[in-house]
Nanobody, 123 residues
Framework: VQLQASGGGLVQAGGSLRLSCAAS????????KGWFRQAPGKERESVAA????????YVADSVKGRFTISRDNAKDTVYLQMNSLKLEDTAVYYC?????????????????WGQGTQVTVSS
C-alpha cells in the first residue's frame, strides 16, 4: 500500500510546479487527500486537502490564491498546482489519505502517507 508523490524540483521564485500523488497497492478513491509540507527545522504543516468526491477543499492561508488542489479518481491521483512560488515554500511535500473529513488540516487525521518530494525555490 503506497502513495507516491512526484513532481518536486528546483524552481525560481515566481515559478510554478505541479505535484502529483498516485496510489498503488490500494484504492484511495474514497479517501480524502491532503498535502502537507515540512521545511528544515520546522513542524509539518498542512497545505491543502480535498474530499473524496472533490466537493470540499481546504487551502492554508499561507498558500491561498497560489496553490490549487485537485484530484482525478479515474487515475486515483491527487494534484497540487503551485504557482507564484516563494522562497518560504521550500520544503518536502507529502501527500496523505484519510477516511475522515473532521479536521482535514490535521496530520493525525491521516492514515496513509507518501514518501515526500522535495520542492526548492531559489531567488
Amino acid at each position: 500500500v503506497q502513495l507516491q508523490a512526484s513532481g518536486g524540483g528546483l524552481v525560481q521564485a515566481g515559478g510554478s510546479l505541479r505535484l502529483s500523488c498516485a496510489a498503488s497497492g490500494h484504492t484511495f478513491n474514497n479517501y480524502h487527500k491532503g498535502w502537507f509540507r515540512q521545511a528544515p527545522g520546522k513542524e509539518r504543516e498542512s497545505v491543502a486537502a480535498i474530499s473524496w468526491n472533490g466537493r470540499n477543499t481546504y487551502v492554508a492561508d499561507s498558500v491561498k490564491g497560489r496553490f490549487t488542489i485537485s484530484r482525478d479518481n479515474a487515475k486515483d491521483t491527487v494534484y497540487l498546482q503551485m504557482n507564484s512560488l516563494k522562497l518560504e515554500d521550500t520544503a518536502v511535500y507529502y501527500c496523505a489519505a484519510s477516511q475522515t473529513w473532521y479536521a482535514p488540516n490535521i496530520a493525525a487525521e491521516y492514515d496513509f502517507w507518501g514518501q515526500g518530494t522535495q520542492v526548492t525555490v531559489s531567488s
